[in-house]
């Protein structure tokens, strides 16, 4: 990630601008696609004004803090586009996610033997050369085209998505190839 540190009407000192780039790096770990952020801090009368511009997969994040201390502006800048960035998301695929861990209902329930699994040591035993499934994840699916569907996977820094197009009324997946994409529609076959 590329983060630029400008000045407008104050002088930007190596510990500024260190402790501006420290913060911007730590977006990273909220949105993954982050290509470059653009940070501008100035002064205007008695306040201290950070604007802060982050690049991402197509989609730029902005926000903008005033406060009487610069570290501060910074802090509050951030911590504003952090809440906008799991917002976005919390929009973009829902909340609604479930992470199985290994308990023997749970594991029974997905790897679909009728078997009861006792425990830990018979699951390692029994099913230790069979592939099996450890995590679920439930993501809510909205209707988009396929060009939303792209936007939304490189937003994301994924290389493949699950959609509903809403033009067929189909659950489709759309996925990275070398320079292009690839679309998975389902053909049933009667």
Known sequence: MQITVKGKNVEI???????????VGKMSKY?????????TLSTERNWHIVD??????GVV?????????MYSSIDQVLEKMERQ????????FGTKYESIRTSPDALDKVIGHGEKIRGREDLLDEYSREPRV?????TAVKPMTVEAAIKEMEAMGNSFLLFYRGDTNQ?????KRKNDY???EPDRED
Do not use: P
Request: aromatic share 4%; proline share 0%.
């Open 13 to 23: 000192t190596e510990a500024l601008k260190e402790y501006a780039e420290e913060k």
């Open 31 to 39: 949105l993954d696609s982050i290509i470059s952020a653009d940070v």
């Open 52 to 57: 802060v511009k982050v690049h991402a997969g």
């Open 61 to 69: 994040l902005r926000g903008e803090e005033r406060t009487n201390d």
């Open 85 to 92: 960035v799991k917002r976005q998301k919390e929009k973009t």
């Open 134 to 138: 450890i995590r679920v994840k439930m």
């Open 171 to 175: 659950l489709n997946v759309i996925y």
């Open 182 to 184: 690839g679309l998975i």
